[in-house]
């Protein structure tokens, strides 16, 4: 994808521009601060060059409610991991998205085409209450461990913001996660409570997750109680285990008044985040109430021109980070629009007659359903106007050039298309939108305020204009407090600060435009990414050594039609062949035991697996053989003769 050299594909008219939050804030702080802001870049420079100012101005522009924000705004430190924002604050997240407003709707909810509801504020307040009551009588307290295996339904909205009220931590997975993969992360966290649900829906079709929620319970003796919502109508979910218990049942006759926020430090733990597990059991990503909550505030409010009253929506699980970011809209005082299941079910109309019925402002999705949709050319233009639709945001994976193409000429003619990207490392954004700023095509807007964003060469010099390392080179609030089970910090700092001397790396391959926009090309790392969501081959690799006849495996991802797909290569016992049932028995090992997305689009069997000299598989090596291009170090290798295994593979040039 090279930088256009043409004319944007939208620029914001004059009345948006007045009308966008970013304008406001920008003629705020000229005033203020008796300065010229002629535009985003010099406001951009001014949030970098006066970090601690910056987000002081965010944090009373965006109302944060708190005991006390202090006099401090940043404390800090020769080391960037240790820099600290807001050291005296005393709030609490759920306090923020939980302040009063009319007694509207604040969730719209939509499970495919089976069920729709919507949930006004003093039944979100009153049900919130009612938790953290149950959960306080539980003994759940400050710091304690609440974990989610459930769907993007409301009860999970619910449930998170009773556990952050009391100042406890929260965790989630999706229901289509696997036994093993839902305890390679909660297994290590040791939660007291599990919320759960008899099932979901997903392609018109209805999955129980009761045998699941058994075989969880069983291999988590810190579960002290299952709380179980009846989304498919099941009867008698209570006794799943010995110690579950129905959701209504679980808040019967608590008090809808009872509801107070446990202050908190800025940077006490809020949410567990898991990194993709690339080698080996997910990291556990621990980020705060206040970092959390201000990050948003900014990426909502400006970045995306949200405003109280606002429609939006983002297709998410509750495994992904956009969950935890679309929910955060709360604290903007807009309505939050959940779906659950196939974007594409009962056809690819659903989520804009979502988007029409429901008004969205907001309509966020990934990239690959974008070019999903482009490749079936789908049009919205004659059957859903979408008159109210402001901004389409993208994330994922990189948002092709094409797909702008197609979201101009057969979505929406006038949004602002919003290609985003950060991750769960940061639970936020690096590269936003800018409501006030042009979309070029194939480039992400803007780099973030009060980010400061760079990109490096293989020497660790900041260059434009060239394919690089994106990295942050100073401190900002949303950076994790560490990781569990990492008390000296040694996990933390190996995998964002070993690359460069106090330089968050993020180990994106880009390039920053002459336009201050970006583009991306992918991971730098072996992290896989089929579809927008990253998937680490150590997810893969343990349960396909699990299989008798296989005695090593290595797991690419292979760029293929605009995406990635997952390649999986497999040495097997002396004798054996990759026979069409050894693939079945393959397949099904890893789609149990993960999900869906971690199974290979191929599965080739190769003589041998090349090793470094300390034993270690190169994923690297690979990928680059496979697409013909150079291995670098090769002397690094045991064994370099075995990457001829990789190339020229037929199998690897039709679908």
Known sequence: MKESKMEPLWKPSSDKIAAANMTRFMNFISKKYDIFLKDYDSLYDWSIEHSPEFWSEIWDFCGVISQTKGKTNFLSHTSIEKCKFFPEARL???ENLL???NDSDVIIFWGEDQIQRRIRYHELISTVSQLAQALRELGVKKGDRVVGFMPNMPETLMAMLATASLGAIWSSCSPDFGVQGVLDRFGQITPKIMFSV??????GKSFSTLEKIAQISASLPSLEKIVITSYLGTNNVEKTTTHSVRFDSFIKEKSKNSLTFEQVSFDHPLFIMYSSGTTGVPKCIVHGHGGTLLQHLKEHQLHSDIKPGDHVFYYTTCGWMMWNWLVSALASEATILLYDGSPLHPGPQILFEYAEKESMTLFGTSAKYIDALRKIGFTTKERYPLKSLRTLCSTGSPLVSESFDYVYEKIANDVCLASISGGTDIISC?????????????ELQTRGLGLKVEVFDDSGKSIK???????????????????????????YHKA???????????????????????????????????????IGTAEIYRQVEQVPEVLESLVVGQDWKDD?????????????ILSSALKDKIVAQIRTNTTPRHVPKKIIQIPDIP??????????????????EAVKNKEALANPETLKYFSNLPELTTD
């Not at 390392?469 to 900002?476: D, G, M, N, Q």
Request: aromatic share 14%.
């Open 92 to 94: 609490n997240y759920a």
């Open 99 to 101: 302040h009063p407003r």
């Open 198 to 203: 008899d099932g979901y829906y997903y392609g």
């Open 430 to 442: 690096f590269a936003l939108g800018n409501p006030i700023g042009p979309v070029w095509r194939g």
């Open 465 to 491: 204009g060239q394919k690089g390392e994106l990295v942050c080179t100073a401190p900002f609030p949303s950076m994790p407090i560490g990781f569990w089970n990492d008390d000296n910090g040694e996990k």
């Open 496 to 534: 964002y600060f070993a690359d460069y001397e106090n330089v968050w790396a993020h180990r994106d391959y880009v390039e920053l435009t002459n336009h201050n926009g970006i583009i991306i090309y992918g991971r730098s790392d072996a992290t896989l990414n089929p579809g927008g969501v990253r």
């Open 564 to 576: 990635v797909r997952v390649i999986l290569f497999v040495k097997l016992r002396n004798g054996d």
């Open 611 to 628: 090793r470094t000299i300390s034993g270690k598989i190169v994923e690297l090596a690979v990928h680059n053989v496979i697409h013909g």
